[in-house]
């Protein structure tokens, strides 16, 4: 499974973005049966979990720093996961990451640059 990031980019605090992260290489019947998550990571951090997707789409969580800012989704007609980012800070500026896991693999993205800056 190949998985590609866009969305990314400079935006003034208190701006919006939307992330998607395209999948390539699966079938849709696999697909459906994967989980989506989207991580960030800075320069001398560890990446973190932002936001995670059940396979089914009902289940979703976040990190406590993004609650209620970020929103998680994903159209598996598309095969694409999305993550609505509103009210952003500095403090979200990152690389972003998404990822897919399923019994038969753990694939990441190359990441996209969100910066957050006035």
């Known amino acids: 499974v190949q998985l590609v990031e866009s969305g990314g980019g400079l935006v003034q605090p208190g701006g919006s973005l939307t992330l998607s992260c395209a999948a390539s290489?699966?079938?849709?019947?696999?697909?459906?049966?994967?989980?989506m998550s989207w991580y960030r990571q800075t320069p001398g951090k560890e990446r973190e979990l932002v936001a995670a997707?059940?396979?089914?789409?009902?289940?979703?969580l976040y990190a406590d720093s993004v609650k209620g800012r970020f929103t998680i989704s994903r159209d598996n007609t598309k095969r694409t996961a999305y993550l609505q980012m509103n009210s952003l800070k500095p403090e979200d500026t990152a690389v972003y990451y998404c990822?897919?896991?399923?019994?038969?693999?753990?694939?990441w993205g190359p990441g996209t640059q969100v910066t957050v800056s006035s």
């Open positions: 990822r897919a896991r399923y019994t038969a693999y753990d694939s």
């Open positions: 290489g699966v079938t849709f019947s696999t697909y459906v049966m994967n989980s």
């Open positions: 997707i059940s396979s089914a789409g009902g289940g979703t």
